[in-house]
C-alpha cells in the first residue's frame, strides 16, 4: 500500500497564493499518473490537475492559468502551485496515485481555507 502524505495547507486571504506537496513512500516516477483532486463541503470529490509519467498535465478548466503542478523527481515530490485563490477554491485538497498496475492511493488531505 503506497502512503502519499500532503503538507502546505493553510488559511490565506482572497488573491494570495499557496504551494502544496505530496511525498509518496515509492519513487515518483513509478505511477504512471498523479494527481491532485480537492473536496469542499457538500459536494462531490473534482480533479484539480494531473502530471502522468512522462511529464504531460492536465488541468481542470476552473484552474487553468492560477495553478500548476509538477513534481521534483530527484525530491520524489508532487507539488501544487496555486495563485490568485478565491473563496471558491476553499476545500481539502488531496494527493491521488495511480500505479501502473492499475492500483490508486489517496493521501489524507490537507485543508485549504481562502478568506475574503
Known amino acids: 500500500q503506497v502512503q502519499l502524505v500532503e503538507s502546505g495547507g493553510g488559511l490565506v486571504q482572497l488573491g494570495e497564493s499557496l504551494s502544496l506537496s505530496c511525498v509518496p513512500s515509492t519513487n515518483i516516477f513509478s505511477f504512471a499518473l498523479m494527481a491532485w483532486y480537492r473536496q469542499a463541503p457538500g459536494k462531490q470529490r473534482e480533479l484539480v490537475a494531473s502530471i502522468n509519467r512522462y511529464g504531460m498535465t492536465n488541468y481542470a478548466n476552473s484552474m487553468k492559468g492560477r495553478f500548476t503542478i509538477s513534481r521534483d523527481i530527484t525530491k520524489n515530490t508532487l507539488y501544487l502551485r496555486m495563485n490568485s485563490l478565491r473563496p471558491e477554491d476553499t476545500a481539502v485538497y488531496l494527493c491521488?496515485?495511480?500505479?501502473?498496475?492499475?492500483?490508486?492511493?489517496w493521501g489524507q488531505g490537507t485543508q485549504v481555507t481562502v478568506s475574503s
Open positions: 491521488n496515485s495511480q500505479a501502473t498496475s492499475g492500483d490508486v492511493s
